[in-house]
């Protein structure tokens, strides 16, 4: 049997000859894979041209999944990072809605633009490096980058210039003073990329041979494409004629690192323009983004650098690993340490609410509240990580086996502890739909028996599973009449304790047989 018509099987109803095109698309939707993913552009444009059809024959399926079957592939066999996505979204709702409660904290003000954001706007999304994707709350409203453009120019600086010419200019150290800290270290260099006087050395290294437009180009660039290019990246005059207006403490800043270069310390790259510096770096702090677009952001840097949904290689595994090396360190302004130490994931806010996390290999995740704590973070966001925290094992320390916290790259019955034999038997006995279609699209064999000769349809008759049972016999085509080791067929199973449907269905097929 082609691999297409195990596909087809498992999404069609007893009694149908063809399959609803909603449940399909529902499946695809539960999975976590939007409207809008580029990867699915064939299929998408297939079904609308059966719009007019609530169902579909084998032959129009197969027409819709065909160009874009290795996505769907993964989808249909849930060989995803997070096998059982909307398990996962339900817990990040209880999150959600736990922190949605939070008022404390102000919005920030030293910049009057940010000043009128609304306090009560709060999203959450999610991007895997699956491509994989949720929004919960305000996830399409736009806010500016701030200060989690400082690893995107960092990233930018290491890409051209290399690891050791770029900390030529900057350290590497945790600074131990407030983000915006008149202090240099030992060397006279700025303590870290993501403090901001070392935000504006690494936006001085940023193509500085070129002129002022075509440098602000080229970061706009490679923005779209860590973000894949589905959402548009915008531009916030305003708040950069604010940000301009109230640089006092950075131009301060630059003066003072300035200085170094006349007293033979390396100081800015030869011939920099101050000037031009500095309206570069309030350029980049104003660009405009989503949670949704930053989420894919995050994604990139999760995968490596290689953006989920386009394939492209955007950074190198090495600049990541810098960049998330110091998101790690130096992240959370002045809370950096205490993040590290509590939820031991990398991340990066910025004082316009935005917290951008990023779990290596697995998913990025941004969070958006314009209420903020003393620090400069925003309360909801970190409250979020907490919560994050305690329930998920995604902290860098964190023991794969440890079952006090949920592992969401863990299939439900696919443990260390037990084989593909186990998953059948174990979802048939708890009645999992779902996961039985899983392993049917894998092609796994459905009439496996265990040393007892019981099989899944033994248990499932058992325990009372009707709709397991109905898949198992009209769609999987097990055998009815296989014995167990004390002569039980699954219907004296169901018999014995009274499920009359699964009796029905059982006995329906028997006549058939015969």
């Given at each position: 049997?082609?691999?297409?018509d195990?596909?087809?099987?498992s999404?069609?109803?007893t009694d149908e000859?063809s399959?609803?095109?909603s449940?399909?698309?529902?499946?695809?939707?539960?999975?976590?894979?939007?409207?809008?993913?580029?990867?699915?552009n064939h299929?998408n444009?297939k079904?609308n041209e059966?719009?007019?059809k609530?169902?579909?024959?084998?032959?129009?399926f197969?027409?819709c999944?065909?160009?874009?079957?290795?996505?769907?592939?993964?989808i249909?066999?849930?060989?995803?990072?997070?096998?059982?996505?909307k398990?996962f979204?339900?817990?990040?709702?209880?999150?959600?809605?736990?922190t949605?409660k939070?008022?404390?904290?102000?919005?920030?003000?030293?910049i009057?633009?940010?000043?009128?954001a609304?306090?009560?706007?709060?999203?959450?999304?999610?991007c895997?490096v699956d491509?994989q994707r949720y929004?919960i709350?305000?996830?399409?409203?736009?806010f500016t980058v701030q200060?989690?453009?400082?690893?995107?120019n960092?990233?930018n600086?290491?890409e051209?210039?290399?690891?050791?010419?770029?900390?030529?200019?900057?350290?590497?150290?945790?600074?131990?003073?407030?983000?915006?800290?008149?202090t240099?270290n030992k060397e006279g260099?700025?303590?870290?990329?993501?403090?901001?006087?070392?935000?504006?050395?690494?936006?001085?290294?940023?193509?500085n041979?070129?002129n002022?437009a075509?440098?602000f180009?080229?970061?706009?660039?490679?923005?779209s494409?860590?973000?894949?290019?589905i959402?548009?990246?915008?531009?916030?005059?305003?708040?950069?004629?604010?940000?301009?207006?109230?640089?006092?403490?950075?131009?301060?800043?630059?003066?003072f690192?300035?200085?170094?270069?006349?007293k033979k310390?390396?100081?800015?790259p030869?011939?920099?323009?101050?000037d031009?510096?500095?309206e570069?770096?309030?350029?980049?702090?104003?660009?405009e983004?989503?949670?949704?677009i930053?989420?894919?952001?995050?994604?990139?840097l999760?995968n490596g650098?290689?953006?989920?949904?386009?394939?492209?290689k955007?950074w190198?595994?090495?600049?990541?690993?810098n960049?998330?090396s110091m998101?790690l360190?130096c992240?959370m302004y002045?809370?950096?340490?205490?993040?590290?130490?509590k939820?031991?994931?990398?991340?990066?806010?910025g004082?316009?609410?935005?917290?951008?996390?990023?779990i290596?290999?697995?998913?990025?995740?941004?969070t958006?509240?314009?209420r903020?704590?003393?620090i400069?973070?925003?309360?909801?966001?970190?409250?979020?990580?907490k919560?994050?925290g305690?329930?998920?094992?995604?902290h860098?320390?964190?023991?794969?086996f440890?079952?006090?916290?949920?592992n969401?790259?863990?299939?439900?019955?696919?443990?260390f502890?037990?084989?593909?034999?186990?998953?059948?038997?174990?979802?048939?006995k708890?009645?999992?739909?779902?996961?039985l279609?899983?392993?049917?699209?894998k092609?796994?064999d459905?009439s496996?028996k265990?040393?007892?000769?019981?099989?899944?349809?033994?248990?499932?008759?058992?325990e009372g599973?009707?709709?397991?049972?109905?898949f198992?016999?009209?769609?999987a085509?097990?055998?009815?009449?296989?014995?167990d080791?004390?002569?039980?067929?699954?219907?004296d199973?169901?018999v014995k304790?009274?499920?009359?449907?699964?009796?029905s269905?059982?006995?329906?097929?028997?006549?058939e047989?015969?």
């Open positions: 049997m082609l691999q297409s195990l596909y087809y099987l999404f069609l109803e000859t399959i609803k095109k449940k399909l698309l529902n499946d695809i939707k539960s999975c976590g894979f939007l409207n809008d993913d580029p990867r699915l299929f444009k079904i059966y719009q007019d609530n169902h579909l024959t084998q032959e129009e197969n027409d999944i065909d160009s874009n079957i290795c996505i769907l592939n993964k249909f066999k849930r060989d995803l990072i997070i096998p059982d996505f398990s979204t339900e817990h990040i709702d209880i999150i959600y809605e736990e949605l939070i008022k404390d904290g102000d919005v920030a003000s030293y009057p633009q940010l000043a009128r609304d306090p009560e706007q709060y999203g959450i999304s999610i895997t491509g929004n709350g305000d996830t399409d409203i736009d200060s989690c453009t400082k690893i995107i960092y990233g600086a290491l051209e210039l290399g690891t050791d010419e770029v900390h030529k200019y900057v350290g590497r150290e945790p600074s131990g003073q407030a983000f915006n800290e008149l240099l260099k700025p303590h870290n990329p993501l403090i901001n006087s070392g935000a504006i050395m690494t936006t001085s290294l940023i193509k041979k070129e002022h075509d440098r180009d080229y970061v706009m660039d490679i923005w494409k860590l973000s894949g290019g959402y548009k990246i915008g531009f916030n005059n305003s708040v950069y004629l604010s940000e301009k207006k109230t640089a006092d403490r950075n131009y301060a800043l630059a003066y690192m300035k200085e170094t270069n006349d310390i390396i100081g800015f030869e011939n920099t323009d101050l031009q510096t500095l570069l770096y309030f350029q980049c702090c104003s660009i983004v989503t949670t949704e930053l989420s894919i952001v995050a994604s990139t999760a650098g290689v953006n989920p949904f386009t394939g492209e955007v190198s595994s090495d600049t990541v690993k960049v998330l998101m360190m992240g002045d809370y950096s340490g205490e993040h590290a130490f939820i031991g994931i990398p991340s990066k806010s004082v316009a609410g935005a917290i951008m996390t990023v290596p290999n697995v998913m990025g995740i941004v958006w509240s314009p903020l704590d003393s400069g973070n925003s309360i909801r966001g970190v409250e979020f990580c919560l994050f305690d329930m998920f094992n995604f860098i320390f964190d023991n794969q440890d079952d006090t916290k949920i969401p790259l863990e299939d439900k019955y696919n443990t502890k037990i084989h593909e034999f186990s998953e059948l038997c174990e979802s048939a708890n009645g999992d739909l779902d996961y279609r899983k392993l049917f699209n092609g796994i459905m496996q265990d040393y007892d000769g019981r099989t899944a349809l033994h248990l499932a008759s058992s599973h009707s709709k397991v049972v109905d198992l016999v009209n769609i085509k097990v055998d009815i009449n296989t014995i080791r004390w002569g039980n067929l699954p219907l199973d169901a304790n009274n499920f009359t449907e699964i009796v269905i059982l006995c329906e097929n028997q006549i047989m015969d």
